[in-house]
Nanobody, 130 residues
Framework: QLQPVESGGGLVQPGGSLRLSCAASGFTLDYYVIGWLRQAPGKEREGVSCISRSGSTTDYADSVKGRFTISRDNAKNTVYLQMNSLKPEDTAIYYC???????????????????????WGQGTQVTVSS
């Protein structure tokens, strides 16, 4: 089995917070760039954030910059996405994706030729609604 496992989604009111977790299953996260993608009904898949193997480099979509924070704890084989000031437009299924280096974390990381070559989790639903 080679897949990330997401958790932490749920229903939250606008302005609220959630923390998503991405835990490794069948592989060790420290040699993967990890990212989060989201898919909402009627919208194209969107790259949300990624983090380098060491955690020193991060990237965020403009739509979430300043509100979301990605981090990783390689000792726990887990990556986190802290989501604050949530908006209804953040409603989506969030997928954790692990891609082996050398693909660097950055704005181009979310390209299909990169992320579709990686390992995807099952997704976790985030719903932001009053």
């Amino acid at each position: 089995q080679l897949q990330p496992v997401e958790s932490g989604g749920g229903l939250v009111q606008p302005g609220g917070s959630l923390r998503l977790s991405c835990a490794a299953s069948g592989f060790t996260l420290d040699y993967y760039v990890i990212g989060w993608l989201r898919q909402a009904p009627g919208k194209e898949r969107e790259g949300v954030s990624c983090i380098s193997r060491s955690g020193s480099t991060t990237d965020y979509a403009d739509s979430v910059k300043g509100r979301f924070t990605i981090s990783r704890d390689n000792a726990k084989n887990t990556v986190y996405l802290q989501m604050n000031s949530l908006k209804p437009e953040d409603t989506a299924i969030y997928y954790c994706v692990a891609v082996p280096a050398p693909a660097p974390c950055g704005s181009s990381w979310y390209a299909p030729e990169n992320i579709l070559s990686g390992s995807w989790g099952q997704g976790t639903q985030v719903t932001v609604s009053s």
